[in-house]
């Protein structure tokens, strides 16, 4: 309701569809329903035969999904399934608020038959990060994620236990040593890759790109001979050494 009331302010043409009893609003909702109202778009959706009034067939240009938030214990069934349905029915770009309807906040859709929750294009999501955002079963539901400070304090989310954690770019420049200005890649360890067959050359290509990338000051890699030019094409950096059998045995065993 906030979000229709400041768009229509702004002049943007909004509809407002609200499902639920409106005696159960707060004193917050209430004076925005009041700002709603005003837009003269305004729905209050009791029943299912109101369902009709969502009239989709004019495609919007954006759905804006809020109708249930992140507390959600049980699958979305009957009433509101339907009007989930009718949400993805839409072919209008659809952005969730906080989680799609429907998504569990800590779990995978994966274990549920026929889970019904809304397909959002993006989610704008409130801190912390929902765990359901990192389940790539639940990219279809969750879409392109933002993660947004509306100003919940940081103590209390840092107090609060958990067993989840990730980690951020801050959190690992600090573990990356500096080099010295005069260092030489001799000093960074070598690294020896066998890997690779003909026609496979692709895992030995990236496992070098990969070594490299790491740190490793030298990297050597023993390939079939058909797979030198591939390599030294598209890892110029990295050492090839054939792998001739017997040649190869007797590396191994110095």
């Not at 999904?65 to 009718?86: N, Q, T, Y």
């Not at 912390?128 to 304090?153: C, M, Q, R, T, V």
């Amino acid at each position: 309701m906030v979000i229709a009331r400041l768009m229509a302010a702004k002049g943007y043409f909004t509809e407002v569809y609200i499902f639920g009893a409106e005696e159960k609003f707060t004193s917050n909702s209430k004076t925005n329903i009041i700002g709603c109202y005003r837009t003269r778009l305004f729905y209050l959706i009791l029943s299912q035969k109101m369902i009709l009034f969502l009239n989709f067939s004019k495609d919007p240009d954006i759905i804006i999904d809020a109708l249930i938030g992140s507390g959600l214990s049980k699958p979305v069934k009957g009433f509101l399934s339907k009007v989930i349905s009718h949400l993805n029915a839409s072919e209008s770009l659809t952005i969730s608020i906080d989680i799609p309807s429907g998504l569990f906040s800590d779990e995978t859709m994966a274990g549920h038959p026929k889970p019904s929750a809304v397909h959002a294009d993006h989610t704008l999501t409130f801190a912390p990060l929902k765990l359901a955002f990192l389940f790539p079963e639940n990219d279809l539901y969750a879409g392109n994620w933002h993660l947004l400070d509306i100003g919940i304090s940081r103590e209390f989310i840092d107090q609060t236990e958990t067993r989840n954690y990730y980690l951020l770019n801050e959190d690992v420049r600090p573990l990356l040593k500096s080099r010295n200005l005069y260092a030489h890649k001799g000093h960074f360890g070598h690294a020896l890759l066998v890997c690779g067959s003909t026609g496979k050359m692709g895992a030995a290509i990236l496992s070098s790109r990969s070594c490299l990338r790491a740190g490793a000051g030298l990297v050597s890699v023993h390939i079939p001979r058909e797979g030198n030019s591939i390599l030294q094409t598209a890892v110029p950096e990295a050492m090839v050494i054939w792998m001739v059998r017997k040649m190869f045995f007797l590396q191994l065993e110095i």
